[in-house]
């Protein structure tokens, strides 16, 4: 079974980076797609940006040209760094990944998300 854990959220000024990682750690036959996904309060998640187990990446319009998503695929981990935070980027942020099993099942596993505030 696959557990996603996240890190690097935190508070920010608007303008501001942060660098959001999260490791995969168990077994699985493989990881297919890696994502963030992000719930402002009183909305619903959204997807802010994937990334293939090629590389393919896409983002939602709102993020383009600030954020980058990569990925690691020896060491199981997946980045999201945010450059030029506006206060709309404010919320829970939530590492997702679509996990083949070991019994060739399809799986949907999050992580418990990290909080991201940016002050404006």
């Known amino acids: 079974q696959v557990q996603l854990v996240e890190s690097g959220g935190g508070l920010v000024q608007a303008g501001g980076s942060l660098r959001l990682s999260c490791v995969a750690s168990?077994?699985?036959?493989?990881?297919?797609?890696m994502g963030w996904y992000r719930q402002a309060p009183g909305k619903q998640r959204e997807l802010v940006a994937a990334v293939t187990s090629g590389g393919t990446t896409n983002y939602v319009d709102s993020v383009k040209g600030r954020f980058t998503i990569s990925r690691d695929n020896v060491k199981s981990m997946v980045y999201l760094q945010m450059n030029s935070l506006k206060a709309e980027d404010t919320g829970v942020y939530y590492c997702?990944?679509?996990?083949?099993?070991?019994?060739?099942?399809?799986?949907?596993?999050w992580g418990r998300g990290t909080q991201v505030t940016v002050s404006s």
């Open positions: 997702n990944a679509e996990v083949l099993t070991l019994g060739r099942r399809k799986d949907d596993v």
């Open positions: 168990g077994v699985a036959y493989s990881i297919n797609t």
